[in-house]
């Protein structure tokens, strides 16, 4: 069963028409699907399907370890972004990218193709500045509408520098990661594993964190 109505499936056509580079989803699964893989790969080909630009590639994560660790794919599902030539624009899903978190896909994909960056001037220079590399994971759940705006910023910065990262994660997908960085309400950005953003913080904000972090 299609997990898009016709709608639904109208309204993403049109918001991807302007595409104008190839994007790869590149879809970690397992033989015995996980909880939510199915769907996971599920969205993606149902999106793929609707843009010539997009195309999608399932892996299994234990007998394609080796790409899946090239990647840093350490869990599932998992969707890694790739862009022209296969470029590793380091910009990742884990966990299923449905209810609000759906927006974040589409935007993702957006992102990669047209390389359109919305970001300002004083964090292009940040990101041009960084010494070490940066990884932001910001935990979210589907009905969160804040959420999505956290993780588009997170991808935005990803894809602008590649000393950064950045992760999607799905909260209830990934409990003990929930539990590790005491994730009590969402949006929830982690900065190199020890600084924490609550709430979907302005761009300015965030860069202010980031490089405390850093200086740390």
């Known amino acids: 069963m ?3 109505d016709d709608k639904t499936r ?3 056509r ?3 028409s302007d595409l104008t580079g190839p994007v790869k989803l590149l ?3 397992q ?3 996980c909880q939510m893989c199915a769907e996971t790969r599920q969205i993606c080909e149902e999106v793929a399907a609707l843009n010539d630009h997009i195309t999608v590639e399932v892996h299994d994560f ?3 370890a080796s790409l899946a660790e090239s990647l840093g794919v350490d869990k599932i599902p998992a969707i890694a972004v790739l862009g022209a030539n296969d470029a590793d624009t380091r910009i990742r899903f884990y966990g299923i990218p449905s209810g609000y978190e759906f927006m974040s896909l589409l935007a993702a994909i957006r992102l990669v193709s047209t ?4 970001l300002t001037p004083e964090t292009r220079r940040a990101l041009a500045a960084l010494e070490g590399d940066l990884h932001l994971q910001v935990f979210v759940t589907p009905t969160c509408p804040y959420c999505p705006n956290a993780v588009i910023l997170a991808h935005q910065l990803a894809f602008a520098s590649p000393k950064v990262r950045a992760d999607m994660v799905e909260a209830n997908e990934f409990p003990h990661l929930s539990m590790r960085y005491n994730v009590m309400g969402v ?3 982690v900065i190199n594993e020890d600084t924490f953003v609550e709430g979907a913080a302005p761009e300015a904000m965030l860069l202010q964190r980031i490089q405390q972090a850093l200086a740390s």
Request: charged letters at 30%.
């Open 187 to 189: 949006p929830r950005t």
């Open 62 to 64: 234990v007998a394609d």
């Open 115 to 118: 390389g359109e960056v919305d």
């Open 27 to 29: 879809v970690f699964t």
């Open 2 to 4: 299609p997990l898009m």
């Open 31 to 33: 033989q015995f699907e």
């Open 10 to 12: 109208q309204d993403v």
């Open 14 to 16: 049109e918001l991807l």
